[in-house]
């Protein structure tokens, strides 16, 4: 079975240019989680869709914002880059709504220069 | 010995000791807990859990310890080998509702052959 796959697993972008991250959960689960994971920080939560509803978002500015598709996918897109977006962007997938154990992608490490 | 840095906490210990992590939460109505590991590269990956209604559960190798008196959670990981260096998040979650799992700041764990 594939675990959940993310892409680009690298990008670099300059400022004020704009970014889509894309996440494939596991297949049959249906919510997606979205993290930001600034080097040498811990797990920041930015948002979680479930059903193809947003259902939670972190204390980020709107210009991170994203979906989920009715195949379950989820894309992060970040307007208007600025330097301290230089991070490890990690999506995590689960069964759904309630359901508590995150699986985890690698991970996209977007450098903003 | 453990240090506190700028950012990760950071344990180091001699391959075959034994290492104990610890972890402190917030919310009193957290319920259930997971372990990750992160290596390098890679997104976090689920090593262990345990809900509020135990204080202590053992895996392979690794105990997690619970003191739901002074929101405390440990791992303890015996003969620690190389391949146990990396990054160790813990999450606080509530069960069956829509409450966003929280992640400690991490601690990393480096094992010195």
């Known amino acids: 079975e594939a675990g959940v796959t993310q892409s680009p697993t690298h990008l670099i972008k300059t400022r004020g240019q704009q970014v889509t991250l894309r996440c494939s959960p596991i297949s049959g689960h249906t919510s997606v989680y979205w993290y930001q994971q600034a080097l040498g920080l811990g797990l920041q939560f930015l948002l979680w869709y479930d059903e193809g509803e947003e259902r939670n978002r972190g204390n980020f500015p709107p210009r991170f914002s994203g979906r989920q598709f009715p195949n379950y996918s989820s894309e992060l897109n970040v307007n208007a880059l600025e330097l301290e977006d230089s991070a490890l962007y990690l999506c995590?997938?689960?069964w759904g709504q309630g359901s508590e154990k995150l699986f985890f992608g690698s991970g996209t490490q977007l450098s903003v220069l | 010995g453990e240090s506190v840095g700028l950012h990760l906490p950071t344990l180091s210990v001699q391959e075959g000791d034994n290492s104990i992590i610890n972890c402190a939460y917030s919310n009193s109505a957290s319920d259930y807990f997971i372990w990750y590991k992160q290596e390098s590269g890679k997104g976090p990956q689920f090593i262990i859990d345990i809900r509020s209604n135990m204080d202590k559960r053992q895996g392979q190798r690794v105990t997690v310890l619970l003191n739901k008196t002074v929101k405390h959670l440990s791992l303890q990981i015996a003969a620690t080998q190389p391949g146990d260096s990396a990054v160790y998040f813990c999450a606080e979650n509530i069960s069956g509702g829509s409450y966003i799992p929280t992640f400690g700041r991490g601690t990393s764990l480096i094992v010195h052959p």
């Open positions: 995590a997938s689960s």
